[in-house]
């Protein structure tokens, strides 16, 4: 099965600007989880969706949105860009057994710089 | 929330020799505890996990261990190689909040 993709690779934007993030899960897995890799602040969740709901958020601004449609590709959207977004930006799926957690599969990131 | 506690933050060993690393974990609901390795310019690859029904799990050259009554969770690597260097993380999962907690991860270099 091909893995958890992730597009684009890289993006350089500047402040105030928006962007949006898509991550298309591995084929079958129904869950995508979001998280932000800082060398500060580590790997942070951001929220997960599964079957076109979010069933969990972090604690980041409400200018970090998200949403998955019926295919399962999900996409998270940043607005009015801070210099402290920049980060790796890191979906990761799964396919979830409930009630069972299932293992989380990572895709290569997206690499987004703020000037 | 779930805090994941991980120590040490870097780790050097000789090569052939072991590495250990671990986390604490404050949430006593958390069952899933998966370890990924994440090579510089990589995304993170699990290595291994193991949920609260067992305390221990081994792969090869790879373990687990977990102490439900300590919330606290090991991952021990034996005879090491150059190719093992790389910052390991650890996290926790509980069965309903549908999220993973990451520790802050392990820079582990094996020296030849």
Redesign the interface.
Same mark, same amino acid.
């Given at each position: 099965k091909a893995g958890v993709t992730q597009t684009p690779r890289y993006l350089i934007k500047t402040r105030g600007q928006q962007v949006t993030l898509s991550c298309s899960p591995i084929s079958g897995h129904r869950?995508v989880?979001w998280?932000q890799q800082t060398p500060g602040q580590?790997?942070?969740?951001l929220f997960?969706y599964?079957s076109e709901t979010q069933?969990?958020k972090?604690?980041f601004p409400g200018r970090f949105s998200g949403r998955q449609f019926s295919n399962s590709r999900s996409e998270m959207n940043v607005s009015t860009l801070e210099l402290g977004d920049s980060a790796l930006y890191?979906c990761a799926s799964s396919f979830w057994r409930e009630?069972?957690?299932d293992?989380?599969?990572?895709?290569?990131?997206t690499r987004l710089t703020v000037l | /929330?779930e805090n994941v506690e991980q120590h040490p933050s870097t780790l050097s060993v000789q090569e052939g020799d072991s590495a250990v690393i671990k986390c604490t974990y404050s949430d006593s609901a958390s !069952?899933?505890f998966?370890w990924?390795k994440q090579e510089l310019g990589?995304?993170?690859? +699990?290595i291994i @996990?193991i949920?609260s029904n067992v305390g221990e799990k081994k792969d090869q050259r790879i373990a687990v261990t977990l102490n439900k009554t300590a919330k606290h969770f090991s991952l021990h690597i034996t005879e090491t190689q150059p190719e093992d260097s790389a910052v390991y =993380?650890c996290?926790a /999962? /509980? +069965? !309903? @909040?549908?999220?993973?907690? =990451? /520790?802050?991860?392990t820079t582990v270099t094996v020296r030849a």
């Open positions: 869950s989880s998280y580590g790997l942070q969740f997960e599964f069933r969990n972090g604690n890191l009630p069972r957690t293992t989380q599969y990572f895709g290569p990131g | /929330g !069952n899933y998966p990924y990589k995304r993170p690859q +699990l @996990d949920r =993380f996290a /999962g /509980g +069965l !309903n @909040d549908y999220k993973l907690s =990451f /520790g802050a991860g």
